[in-house]
């Protein structure tokens, strides 16, 4: 298999202001000082400090509270991206030019895999989401109240509300580029967001995984799992994943010829994804406040970093206002596509409410029978 650098590639590297030919096959090392906006190194700390907090939470769940779901689903949220990016990035590569085209480029940020396609960060940036959202759900008891299903889809609107307000941003600050050529894939779109990329990659592959994952290696009455056992799960899982978003797809690509009518079941499963999650997340504030203990063990994860996480957004968002607010047609001066500004609104709203509800379920109680942690 050749790397090429074929136009459609071209074409969208150079608008993020790089050149997609010479790049190195394996990796490649920049001035994090000198990349395309000052948000980028930001992002790369926040995201990739976030993925290190997220392994040693995980490994201390394992070795201290005898649970393997976090590790097991860092490592599946990396076999995931293993599985899912080269097709995104090299599509010729897998035979699939003719039926998905070049969808995206991500802009080059310090450190780059694979032909400066894939950035460090995004490897870090699906275990790092996996385990905030995965974290929040679990210390609001959703899994101890309602089981796997219904914490997976906890776990899939989680994932939507913290990865749109990231998702809804990176066009406008050159993160990343769509190919706005590549109508089959990328339309319809909310502002600059495919619907289907806001669908499949921010809620129902993280809702899957999750599932497979506690399916997997969740305790139950059995005998703890060994090593290798967990290790083969977590691999299952993580290539697994796809196989729920190519089903959940099949709906809206029944009507691939007809952009409204697509546009209208994406609209409805979208809605769907809300409606469950603002109903076990109302449920688990419900809770919280009645005073029923989360099974929560080592909660500091998901007391800080999500705050964090989320507080950093908000930052970059107000930095991206300015232009935001000049844009003409949905473009800012700079030529770069703005995002939905109302549903990341109302994304950041909904993700500070599971914020606000961890914390609350996780903090010390002065009662007669104190809260685990």
């Known amino acids: 298999m050749g790397y090429t650098c074929d136009s459609a590639a071209e074409s ?189 990659f921010a809620s129902v592959s993280f809702g899957a995984m999750t599932y497979l994952v506690v399916r997997l290696v969740g305790r139950g009455d059995g005998p703890a799992l060994t090593g290798p056992q967990i290790g083969w799960r977590t691999v299952l899982a993580g290539a697994v994943t796809p196989l729920a978003m190519i089903i959940v797809s099949a709906p809206s690509g029944a009507f691939r010829d007809h952009l409204g009518a697509q546009r209208a079941v994406l609209g409805v499963e979208l809605a769907a994804v809300w409606i469950a999650g603002l109903y076990l997340l109302a449920e688990a504030w419900r809770a919280s406040r009645a005073g029923e203990a989360a099974p929560v063990a080592s909660p500091l994860f998901a007391r800080t970093y999500p705050a964090l996480y989320l507080g950093v957004h908000v930052v970059f968002w107000l930095v991206a206002l300015p232009a935001y607010l000049a844009s003409s047609d949905g473009v800012t001066e700079q030529g770069t596509p703005v995002g939905s500004l109302w549903y990341a609104a109302l994304c950041a709203v909904a993700a500070t409410v599971f914020t606000v509800a961890a914390v609350r379920a996780t903090a010390p109680r002065t009662t007669a029978e104190p809260v685990r942690s």
């Not at 490649?28 to 926040?46: C, H, K, Y």
């Not at 201390?60 to 995931?80: E, H, T």
């Not at 913290?162 to 319809?188: C, H, M, S, T």
Request: glycine share 8%.
């Open 12 to 200: 969208v590297a150079e608008r993020l202001g790089f050149s997609c030919h010479g790049a190195d096959p394996v990796i490649s090392v920049r001035n994090p000082f000198g990349l395309a906006d000052g948000t980028m190194p930001a992002l790369e700390l926040l995201v990739i400090g976030g993925a290190v907090f997220a392994l040693v939470h995980a490994w201390r769940r394992w070795r201290r509270d005898g649970d393997p779901v976090n590790l097991s689903l860092w490592f599946a949220s990396v076999v995931y991206l293993a599985v899912i990016e080269p097709p995104l990035y090299f599509p010729g590569w897998f035979g699939l030019q003719e039926h998905v085209g070049f969808i995206f480029s991500h802009n080059v940020f310090t450190v780059q895999f694979m032909y400066d396609r894939l950035p460090l960060y995004i490897v870090a940036f699906y275990p790092a989401i996996s385990q905030l959202a995965y974290e929040l759900v679990r210390a609001l008891g959703v899994f101890a109240r309602r089981g796997p299903l219904a914490g997976s889809l906890a776990v899939a609107f989680a994932c939507q509300v913290f990865y749109e307000v990231f998702d809804q941003l990176g066009p406008q600050l050159r993160w990343w580029a769509w190919n706005a050529a590549n109508e089959k894939i990328n339309q319809p779109a909310l502002a600059s967001v495919p619907m289907n990329s806001m669908l499949l």
